[in-house]
């Protein structure tokens, strides 16, 4: 009896830990849901007053040399760390008065940094000069090649492709958001706040 009681206390938490594993996987699923449910009506909310954004960059001939970069995003995004390349990183909360935020699933979001489908897309376009992405629109301004859609992870990317002679050469400039909110007002919203961005951005060499 007691390797019999022994074994049913192993089974019984082994389903113990299969059920809290199954719940840790469902809820972000669900909470993005929600989020995204919520986020949606703001679409019809005119946006806040575009803050400059300032950061550095390193870059030129040997890479170590600084660059004072800026732009302007609306105050509807808010500085996150992405914890990886795509930096810096902004998250779309209208309603949160804060100046730095958490990463949050489902929210859309502003970033600048390498990707391999941006990459490969800005080689093919500077050897051919064929387009890339969905809805593609050659700029080729000095500081951009051409904008375009990706698929970002499932999700939807609207892309600045920067040109060479940027510190960023070949990396994107983009905004990333559900696939859900295509052809709504808050798409439009979102679009106009990176055009703003790609529009004001500046690097200087220090």
């Known amino acids: 009896m007691g390797f019999l009681d022994s074994l049913k206390k ?4 082994v389903e113990d830990i299969a059920n809290s594993a199954e719940k840790s996987i469902s809820a972000p699923a669900g909470t993005a849901n929600t989020v995204n449910d919520n986020i949606l009506s703001t679409g019809n909310t005119p946006a806040k ?22 732009f302007m995003l609306s105050g509807d995004f808010i500085e996150f760390d992405s914890h990886c390349e795509l930096d810096p990183a902004f998250q779309y909360e209208p309603l949160n008065k804060e100046d730095y935020t958490e990463h949050k699933e ?13 990459y490969e897309a800005a080689v093919r376009y500077n050897e051919s000069g ?14 951009f090649l051409f904008k375009a859609m990706f698929d970002y992870c499932g999700d939807a990317m609207y892309t600045y492709v920067f040109s060479a002679g940027t510190t960023q050469e070949n990396n994107a400039f983009a905004v990333t958001y559900d696939r859900k909110f295509i052809g709504t007002p808050l798409e439009r919203k979102l679009k106009a706040a990176l055009d703003e961005a790609a529009a004001t951005y500046c690097e200087i060499k220090q």
């Open 49 to 70: 007053a575009s803050v400059k954004r300032e950061t550095t960059f390193f870059g030129g001939e040997e890479g170590d040399d600084e660059f004072s970069v800026s």
């Open 106 to 118: 489902g929210l859309p979001k502003v970033f600048i940094g390498p990707l391999n489908s941006v």
């Open 130 to 143: 064929a387009p890339s992405g969905e809805d593609f629109e050659s700029i080729s301004n000095g500081t």
């Open 10 to 13: 192993i089974f019984d938490t």
